[in-house]
């Protein structure tokens, strides 16, 4: 079963960074996009950045030249390097994969759309 978790996620003052990490498990042969999003409080879950797995990336407005998104395909790890947090960044953050190929018995399946249960950033006013 494919599983993601997220991990990296607390408390950080303004200015500051944090690393948040994505790990993809469940016997993965490969995973096509991968994705962060957050949700801030009473608000919808919004797109942060995207990573395809050659590499290509896309970010929103607001973190354009702060997150840094990244990879490790070996590991089946995502990334996200946030820098100069704001109080607008807090909320909970979410790992998603698109298009994972995954081995079970009796070979390779595809699955769609899997999301880790998210981790929380939270940058005091």
């Known amino acids: 079963q494919v599983q993601l978790v997220e991990s990296g996620g607390g408390l950080v003052q303004a200015g500051g960074s944090l690393r948040l990490s994505c790990a993809v498990s469940?016997?993965?042969?490969?995973?096509?996009?991968m994705a962060w999003y957050r949700q801030a409080p009473g608000k919808q879950r919004d797109l942060v950045a995207t990573i395809t797995n050659d590499g290509n990336t896309n970010y929103a407005d607001s973190v354009k030249g702060r997150f840094t998104i990244s990879r490790d395909n070996h590991k089946n790890t995502m990334y996200l390097q946030m820098d100069s947090l704001k109080p607008d960044d807090t909320g909970v953050y979410y790992c998603n994969a698109d298009r994972v190929r995954y081995y079970s018995i009796p070979g390779v399946h595809y699955g769609f759309d899997y999301w880790g249960k998210g981790t929380q950033v939270t940058v005091p006013t």
């Open positions: 469940g016997n993965i042969v490969s995973v096509n996009t």
